[in-house]
């Protein structure tokens, strides 16, 4: 049975970090390109981050270059988004999305706050 559970999210003032965690289980998850996104109440899901599966490869969306990096540690199945300097823009639900052709296995979300 294919699992993708996020975790990490929480309530931080201005300037702050967090750090997300995506645990998957259920599918060769080194095999599986992983992204995170996130949404906004009112707003639409925006893409955040993605990683590669053996290379690696990262890539951002232009609002947080520089402050946000995705990594993934393939034996632990678990992808990573370490979030810094937030902003309050930055609050919304981050989910995580494992990708491999036409297969997608889609988390439920963590909550994230950014507010004095």
């Known amino acids: 049975q294919v699992h993708v559970v996020e975790s990490g999210g929480g309530l931080v003032q201005p300037g702050g970090s967090l750090r997300l965690s995506c645990a998957a289980s259920g599918f060769i998850f080194s095999r599986y390109a992983m992204r995170w996104y996130r949404q906004a109440p009112g707003k639409e899901r925006e893409l955040v981050a993605g990683i590669g599966t053996i290379s690696k490869i990262t890539n951002y969306a232009d609002f947080v270059k520089g402050r946000f990096t995705i990594s993934r540690d393939n034996a632990k199945n678990t992808v990573y988004l370490q979030m810094n300097s937030l902003k309050p823009e930055d609050t919304g639900v981050y989910l995580c999305?494992?990708?491999?052709?036409?297969?997608?296995?889609w988390g439920q979300g963590t909550q994230v706050t950014v507010s004095s």
């Open positions: 999305v494992a990708i491999w052709g036409d297969f997608n296995h």
